[in-house]
């Protein structure tokens, strides 16, 4: 997100980072119980990360992180009048500058061939480069280690087939057996 910042702020584009809380608590970066402690542990994700954006730090009880949506990797296109062009809850460098193309063409064009915004939803995929989320939570201490691998062996098992000719639970996937269905 920091080259594509950088490609495109001399395009009207102003990105900003909001810190919200410790995705992945462990002893060296705790929860924060004060702003100062939010501070300190921001400006080590900036310096850690060589991050340019502005960086807003939310407040301790989350405002802002719940109003935008609350999950902890979102992206938002919000124009000057305060339209949502592009809402992701996963930050995809490549997903995110389709995005941006698409709003900086539509500004630019909108008028000579009157286009007006609508909204839709689509998927998107990404892949998370698990060695650098790995280095991430050794860096946040063993308990972010450990925090970690657990939900995903509770998620595992959450997300398990119930047998071998239905497919696995994935978010979306709102199945249920006939027995979870009471047999209907």
């Known amino acids: 997100m920091e080259d594509l910042h950088a490609r495109y702020a001399d395009r009207a584009v102003r990105s900003v980072f909001i810190y919200t809380h ?13 702003m100062d402690d939010k501070r300190a542990n921001a400006q080590a994700f900036v310096d850690h990360s060589d991050i340019k954006r502005e960086m807003f730090l939310d407040d301790l009880d989350g405002t802002a992180h719940r109003t935008y949506g609350g999950l902890p990797n979102m ?9 949502i ?10 997903d995110v500058e389709d995005a941006l193309n698409n709003v900086l063409d539509f500004q630019e064009n909108r008028i000579k061939n009157q286009w007006i915004p609508f909204y ?12 650098k989320f790995q280095e991430g939570l050794v860096r946040a201490g063993p ?42």
Do not use: C, L
């Open 22 to 34: 410790e995705a992945h608590p462990g002893e060296n970066y705790r929860h924060h119980t004060s």
């Open 120 to 131: 839709s939803e689509r998927s998107a995929w990404s892949i998370r480069p698990m060695d």
């Open 143 to 184: 308990q972010a280690v450990s925090d970690y691998q657990g939900m995903i062996e509770r998620n595992r098992a959450k997300r398990a087939a119930p047998s071998e000719d239905v497919a696995p639970r994935v978010p979306g996937n709102f199945y249920k057996t006939e027995e979870e269905d009471g047999g209907k």
């Open 75 to 83: 992206t938002w296109i919000v124009g000057r009048g305060g339209f």
């Open 85 to 94: 062009h592009y809402k992701s809850a996963w930050t995809n460098s490549a």
